[in-house]
């Protein structure tokens, strides 16, 4: 087995012990008849993370909105989560802000989404 190999394991064990269920939502559009788009948010994947908070806020303001990564969701390396989905963790929603990719896992860094 490489090095690779036996880390990427290594990341599937650390999951089985210590990750917890998460749901994956990401926009589907539609189209009806006329031509239009309708977006609607779908529960597209179920997937294992380890969910833990972050030391500190990394606050952006955006037209109305206030972003900051709260958390990161350490998942295997090839899970399909992408930026701007969101992760439900308890019934509570989380933004993805950005994904770290490495050899072994992937890393969201997620935030609630806070009207100003």
Known sequence: ???IDQMRADMTWFLS???EPLLRRRIA?????DGQGTDTWSSSLSFTGDFQ???GKEIEAEAGLEQHSEHKVQMVYDEDVDQNDRVERGGETHRVNRI?????????FVYREVNQ
């Open 1 to 3: 087995m490489s090095l």
């Open 17 to 19: 012990q210590w990750g």
């Open 29 to 33: 559009v539609s189209y009806g008849d």
């Open 53 to 55: 908070p972050l030391s």
């Open 100 to 108: 770290s990719d490495y050899e072994e896992h992937r890393v969201a």
